[in-house]
Structures are given as C-alpha cells and as structure tokens.
C-alpha cells in the first residue's frame, strides 16, 4: 500500500511563502496524479492541486495565482509552493493520489498524517 509523507508546515506570517513537500512510496510513482488537499478547523477537507503523471496542473481557485504544484518523478515527490499566504490557508495539508481530473477530493490511496500550515501575524 502506497504511503504518504507530508512536511514543510509551519507558522507564518500573512503575505509570507511556505514550501510544502510530500514523499510517496512505491515504484510506480510517475503514472500516477498527484493532489494537494487541506482541511482546516471544523471544515471539510478540500481540494487545492493536483498534476498529472506528464506535469499539467489544475488549481482550485481560491488558490490560483498564488500556490504552484510541481513534482520530481526521479524523488517520488510532489511539491506546494505557497505565495501571498493568507490567514483563510490555515489548515493541515495532505497529499495523495488524485482520480480523475475533477477539482475535488477524489483519492486513491490512504491519508497521512498531514503537515500544519498556519497563517497568523
């Protein structure tokens, strides 16, 4: 069963940038979408990016123009640049395999345990 690594969180300021990581295991890594998900106090976990095992990317929109998901297939890692953070970006970040091509939370794999991302001043 494939698993998920998250890390990068922390306490920042609003305005500020993070970079998110997340290691996945298994030898099949690079066929596979890969999303970024959050969920944030009392809410349902929500979609946030994901890219395609060829590298195109699909945003939700409250973050578009200001969060960039890449990956490195060789590493087995896909990554959440975090621009022009906002106190709404508050949430612990998950990763995992993305099905399909919707802009929701639509996975393949089992949760970890997440990275804390908090936007404060």
């Known amino acids: 069963q494939v698993q998920f690594v998250e890390s990068g969180g922390g306490l920042v300021q609003p305005g500020g940038s993070l970079r998110l990581s997340c290691v996945a295991s298994?030898?099949?890594?690079?066929?596979?979408?890969m999303g970024w998900y959050r969920q944030a106090p009392g809410k349902q976990r929500e979609f946030v990016a994901f890219?395609?095992?060829?590298?195109?990317?699909n945003y939700a929109d409250s973050v578009k123009g200001r969060f960039t998901i890449s990956r490195d297939n060789a590493k087995n890692t896909v990554y959440l640049q975090m621009n022009s953070l906002k106190p709404e970006d508050t949430a612990v970040y998950y990763c995992?395999?993305?099905?399909?091509?919707?802009?929701?939370?639509?996975?393949?794999?089992?949760w970890g345990q997440g990275t804390q991302v908090t936007v404060s001043s």
């Open positions: 298994g030898s099949i890594f690079s066929i596979y979408s």
């Open positions: 995992n395999r993305h099905r399909g091509y919707a802009l929701r939370v639509e996975i393949l794999g089992s």
């Open positions: 890219i395609t095992g060829g590298g195109t990317a």
